[in-house]
């Protein structure tokens, strides 16, 4: 009837909307963040388990969560130096409680990528959620070493390819990696070959 017709007419007027101002929204929210970052001003920088000697040939990672720190733990273990940029201060103490070398300050900020050495990082892994702080981070980073490769983290291709058209070498979706490994598994489960696994996964 009349009702269905108007609800369809609003669904499908709704999803049009959204589909062209989604990448209009990605790329306005950088400058609406960065205006913030202004209002808010700089935080005074704090250094935790740094390396007395410096930063040399390392890899700079951007945000210190529960991601970061799966990293960083592995990287130890490794024993690949890097340094984790934080500015939760609650994330700043449990990498220091780990043992992990990290700085307090907005990774955004060229004062406080300086801190962390990336003139001189060998990579830099961007583990925030937030694709608009990411964007900065990349400008920031690439104005002051432009040949570094940068890898961060998107939830959407619209997303993807905002980081890419910024200089970002590759962008991980956690949830893609995650549906790609649970299939993975269930593959193995269906006694499906290595080499047939590797191939679909790639394909995908």
């Known amino acids: 009837g009349a009702v269905n017709d108007a609800l369809y007419s609003l669904v499908l007027t709704v999803a049009v909307a959204t589909m062209f101002l989604t990448p209009l929204a990605t790329r306005l929210t950088t400058p609406v963040y960065r205006l913030l970052r202004r209002r808010v001003g700089h935080d005074p920088l704090q250094t935790v388990n740094v390396p007395a000697d410096g930063l040399t040939d390392h890899i700079v990672i951007a945000g210190g969560g529960r991601v970061a720190q799966n990293i960083a733990a592995i990287l130890q273990r490794l024993d ?43 990579l830099l892994l961007i583990t925030v959620p937030n694709v608009p702080l990411a964007l900065l981070i990349t400008s920031s980073a690439r104005r002051m070493n432009p040949d570094l490769h940068v ?54």
């Not at 939760?88 to 990774?107: K, S, T």
């Open 151 to 204: 890898i961060a983290r998107a939830t959407d291709v619209e997303q993807v390819k905002a980081l890419h058209e910024r200089g970002v070498y590759e962008a991980v979706q956690p949830e893609f990696e995650a549906s790609l490994e649970f299939l993975r598994q269930a593959l193995i489960h269906l006694d499906f070959m290595p080499a047939q696994i590797e191939r679909f996964t790639d394909g995908v």
């Open 80 to 122: 690949i130096r890097f340094v984790i940029v934080e500015l939760n201060h609650v994330r700043l103490e449990q990498c220091q409680r780990a043992g992990l070398p990290a700085i307090y300050g907005d990774a955004s900020e060229e004062v406080v990528l300086a801190a962390a050495g990336v003139d001189d990082a060998r």
